[in-house]
């Protein structure tokens, strides 16, 4: 089956500096790639996603890439923010299977 | 409504005891998934339904654990003889099969 390793577990950055997270996943079937946020007590909410077939996605402060050849994918976050405090998940799926998680990375981002 | 809607949202049990949980997913979501996150760590899987197949039921811890969906609809987690360290948030979510999971607000279930 699928494994999603994802580094680091922990992530402190100053307000302002980016953040990268970084997964990784072993099944080549994968092409969907989903990165959920997890406020405090509360459930995770999709924020970006990329598809096998682009290499990288963008939305305002938030990107994704993708390199399917050494199966790994990021999460950019740039001029962060104390609200961008949360944990972060990202998924590998593939079109038939189940979403498989990376182990969420706390991320703080001081003022 | 148009999410993925979860009950109790909050559970307070005693040891022994057996409790219920239950998830209402996106109308048309085949796949549904249920996970358990214990306080500050990550999302833990538990089981998937995907439509009529069989679930992958590997990530269930024990066989206290169980969970039935009839088709398309309704999904029932069943923890028997509840234990302390069951307490946790058990979070359900269902998509579209290879696609974004949509997730429910969450059960707190607390064994006293």
């Known amino acids: 089956g699928e494994n999603v390793e994802q580094h680091p577990s922990t992530l402190s950055v100053q307000e302002g500096d980016s953040a990268v997270i970084k997964c990784t996943y072993s099944?080549?079937?994968?092409?969907?790639f989903p990165w959920y946020k997890q406020e405090l007590g509360k459930g995770p909410q999709l924020i970006i996603d990329?598809?096998?077939?682009?290499g990288e996605k963008k939305d305002q402060r938030i990107a994704v890439t993708l390199n399917k050849t050494a199966k790994h994918f990021s999460l950019h976050i740039t001029e962060t923010q104390p609200e961008d405090s949360a944990v972060y998940f990202c998924?590998?799926?593939?079109?038939?299977?189940?979403?498989?998680f990376g182990d969420g990375t706390t991320l703080t981002v001081k003022p | 409504g148009a999410g993925v809607s979860q009950s109790p949202s909050n559970k307070v049990t005693e040891k022994g005891k057996d409790v219920e949980l239950r998830c209402d997913p996106i109308?048309?979501?085949?796949?549904l998934y249920w996970y358990r996150q214990r306080l500050g760590q990550g999302l833990e899987f538990l089981i998937y339904?995907?439509?009529?197949?069989?679930?992958?039921k590997s990530g269930l811890p024990s066989d206290r654990f169980s969970a039935e969906r009839t088709g398309e609809s309704v999904s029932t987690l069943t923890i028997q003889r509840t234990q302390q360290e069951d307490s946790a948030v058990y979070l359900c979510?269902?998509?579209?099969?290879?696609?974004?999971?949509?997730f429910g607000p969450g059960t707190r279930l607390t064994v006293l």
């Open positions: 339904f995907q439509g009529n197949s069989a679930p992958d």
């Open positions: 990329i598809r096998s077939n682009v």
């Open positions: 998924a590998a799926n593939t079109n038939a299977g189940k979403s498989t």
């Open positions: 099944d080549s079937a994968s092409n969907y």
């Open positions: 109308s048309g979501h085949t796949a």
């Open positions: 979510a269902s998509s579209h099969p290879g696609a974004r999971g949509f």
